[in-house]
């Protein structure tokens, strides 16, 4: 049923630990092949304020999606996962380090419908992510645990990250017992900081899903934008609403408020690439409705505006798709019109790209520094502020960037 009890605060659960419990805490779920391990534990290591993940054999498991059926292995391997290049994939397809229903096949093999595909990485190496001390709980019931999620890092284990994901460190830190029941009611992006409402019991999970689902949680996020967003919500308010003026898709719902209406879709699986339409597209991938509305919030530094955004669909990169479409894209989010940029409270950190020539098992793994390393972004400027219930009302912190001059 329902979450029952008032939140309660916690005491500091007990200092990291030098391992996570890999069963717990890296479960099935969404994100390509990898979330099942057979390993049993993992070492971290705290260096310049990152969380590294020291190297280790990984069994990646997975079974053959509908839409992967027909296609060769090599193809969905190189198109569908980014950990990895096409040339590392080859390579271990053919060294027998990636089987189909526990036999060695090529390149070349074709996927059938329910095949269990297993690829055994060697000394794999996970992207480090910020250090922030303990993650911090926000509140815990009987049936819920709320945290305040630093960027990042992903909900899951996922694509490059299992170790260095938001429920393998709950549990390693000690929040979380390593047989405890931990379920995601929702999504965050990784760049995104803030709240996380976990679900104890699948009861509770299930509510607290169709409370998301059914828009029944009112959600505040803050956003730092480019651009004086206040001349937006003015033109917006302007007799006959600035027609011709303003974005498609843009309305005015209250003095100081404007709401974007429309359709989010796909059109990059790989990357992860939406698109704003202010009218349901007829082709591609099918498009979702999406809806947020948006308020000033006051001034940043360099032209910059915060703004409050409160979506009121929970669509894939629905804020960061809607604020480009209105021309204010969140400053730092370079995937959708913002700067790659060093801000030091979300530093750019190191990318590990695994070698694409690994070795036969047995022999010894590439030395770390001769792996390709990129700089990429800790985290964009998007916040998860708040988010109320239909029992009771969660808020995080304002982070710094959120500052208004």
Not at 98 to 114: A, I, K, Y
Not at 202 to 224: C, M, N, P
Not at 231 to 259: C, D, K, M, N, Y
Not at 343 to 353: E, Q, T
Request: glycine share 10%.
């Amino acid at each position: 049923g329902s979450p029952r009890g008032m939140p309660k605060r916690r005491g500091a659960p007990p200092g990291d630990r030098p391992a996570a419990d890999a069963k717990k805490g890296c479960h099935a779920g969404p994100g390509g092949p990898g979330l099942v391990t057979n390993l049993e534990k993992v070492s971290y290591r705290i260096d310049g304020g990152l969380r590294h993940v020291e190297p280790y054999d990984f069994d990646f498991t997975t079974h053959v999606k509908q839409r992967w059926v027909g296609r060769t292995l090599l193809e969905v391997f190189s198109q569908e996962f980014v950990a990895y290049s096409a040339g590392y994939y080859r390579a271990s397809i053919e060294a027998g380090r990636v089987t189909v229903d526990g036999e060695r096949v090529t390149p070349g093999h074709v996927l059938r419908d329910g095949e269990r595909i297993v690829h055994r990485a060697v000394r794999c190496r996970e992207n480090p992510v910020l250090d922030r001390g303990m993650i911090r709980v926000v509140a815990e019931t009987e049936d819920l645990l709320v945290v305040s999620k630093p960027s990042s890092l992903p909900i899951h284990p996922c694509g490059s990250y299992r170790f260095n994901s938001l429920i393998a460190i709950l549990r390693a830190q000690g929040t979380v017992a390593p047989d405890a029941e931990l379920h995601t009611t929702h999504r965050l992006d990784r760049l995104t900081s803030g709240l996380v409402i976990f679900a104890k019991t699948k009861a509770a999970a299930r509510q607290i899903s169709s409370w998301f689902q059914g828009s029944e949680i009112r959600k505040t996020y803050l956003a730092r934008v480019r651009g004086c967003f206040r001349r937006i919500v003015e033109r917006a308010s302007l007799p006959g609403g600035a027609e011709g003026e303003l974005p498609a898709g843009v309305s005015l719902t209250t003095a100081g408020r404007i709401r974007l209406s429309g359709f989010i879709q796909c059109v990059d699986h790989k990357v992860g690439k939406y698109v704003f339409c202010a009218e349901r597209p007829t082709a591609g991938e099918e498009a979702k409705d999406a809806a947020t509305e948006f308020e000033y919030a006051g001034e940043a530094p360099d032209g910059e505006s915060v703004v409050r955004c409160f979506p009121s669909t929970g669509r894939t990169h629905q804020i960061r798709v809607h604020l480009l479409h209105l021309g204010y894209p969140i400053a730092n989010d370079s995937s959708y019109g913002g700067d790659l940029r060093h801000d030091p409270s979300l530093p750019l950190i190191p990318h590990v790209h695994q070698a694409s020539g690994m070795q036969e098992v047995g022999e010894s793994a590439a030395a770390p520094e001769a792996q390709e390393t990129t700089m990429h972004p800790s985290g964009i400027f998007l916040h998860a502020l708040t988010y109320a219930l239909p029992e009771h009302e969660y808020t995080s912190e304002t982070p710094l960037w959120a500052t208004c001059g």
